[in-house]
């Protein structure tokens, strides 16, 4: 019984992972690791140097940084192409 | 001043996962259509409604459990989700804008689902491939609205208000599609998509500020701010790559 069961567990366990997967990193891992930057470097300047207003700027900026970096690396991957 | 405030919170909220709702909706739609033409109604229909009530028991599930994390903790987690999904978004609509990418094309994705289910034999009773079909198509596209409801809905405590939202995007797309039939081609998915990108990316830089306790001066005013300045980059991002491409193409013989 639990031969059978077992397998479709770990289907399942899989298959949510890798829904989160590509749902988070999928084909644009720079976008994931960028979030992850942006959130060190932010609570760098909120948290350990209580730097309110230059959190409040580098969020938005660090994101468009982050969005620009993503769409140079597809532009040059589909000229390739 | 704390009308105004709590209204263009609500009302970005209302706006994003309205729109996220439609784009998700009319992929989930195009794919049943396409099964339903093809091997039947009503194995589609069965398919359809496991799908929903899976959703429901997600949304039964995680929903609740999630008003229980801490606010800090729930913001932060939830702006980099939805930081993540709506620049993926963003990008996506800005590449298709400036002509780099394809444009997403329901009718391609209508022929391609029907000639992947005439390769198969029909069933003469129950038909699981329509079955299984419809139901990763309506699955799959609903876990992104569930995630859009639960994350947008949670986050500025009115879950309640987005699974509404979300419900009546969800009727609404239905009750258009099945009038409409095969052409939801003609909805403008990539604009839309670029304003759900715009809205997410808005929301997840916000609430991923309000995560690591970032003081807003003005309150969920930011929230409005950050999506005219979110606007004005994704233009500026289009503009820019239409010119770098039309200067590769001059150079190029």
């Known amino acids: 019984m639990s031969e059978t069961k077992s397998p479709l567990v770990w289907r399942a366990i899989k298959g949510f992972a890798m829904f989160w997967w590509d749902f988070l990193v999928g084909d644009t891992p720079e976008l994931f690791i960028a979030a992850l930057v942006v959130v060190g470097l932010v609570a760098l300047c909120r948290i350990v140097w209580q730097l309110n207003t230059l959190a409040l700027v580098a969020l938005p900026v660090l994101c468009v940084l982050a969005l620009g970096v993503s769409l140079d690396r597809a532009r040059r991957v589909l000229r390739k192409k | ?253």
């Open chain 2, 1 to 253: 001043m704390i009308a105004t405030t709590v209204s263009s919170g609500v009302m970005v909220l209302v706006v994003a996962v309205f729109l996220v709702s439609c784009v998700e909706m009319v992929e989930a739609l195009t794919i049943v259509l396409a099964v339903g033409h093809t091997r039947g109604w009503r194995s589609s229909f069965e398919g359809v409604g496991a799908a929903l009530a899976a959703l429901v028991v997600l949304v039964a599930l995680f929903g609740p459990a999630l008003v229980r994390v801490p606010l800090a903790t729930l913001h932060l987690f939830i702006g980099v989700i939805l930081l993540i999904f709506g620049m993926q978004w963003l990008r996506k609509a800005i590449l298709r804008s400036s002509g780099l990418k394809e444009k997403n094309d329901e009718d391609v994705r209508y022929r391609s689902t029907v000639a992947l289910l005439a390769d198969s034999t029909p069933a003469t009773g129950r038909d699981s491939v329509a079955f299984v079909v419809a139901f990763k198509g309506v699955f799959l596209e609903g876990l992104e609205v569930v995630i859009a409801v639960i994350t947008l809905g949670t986050s500025a405590h009115r879950l309640g208000l987005a699974s509404v939202v979300a419900a009546i995007a969800v009727i609404l797309v239905g009750a258009v599609g099945a009038l409409v039939s095969k052409q939801l081609s003609k909805v403008p998915e990539n604009a839309m998509k670029m304003g759900v990108g715009i809205l997410l990316t808005s929301y997840g830089t916000f609430w991923t500020g309000e995560g690591l306790k970032v003081r807003w001066p003005g309150g969920d005013v930011w929230l409005l701010m950050f999506v005219g300045i979110y606007v004005v980059v994704t233009l500026v991002f289009i503009v820019s790559l239409r010119r770098s491409d039309a200067a590769v193409l001059e150079v190029t013989p």
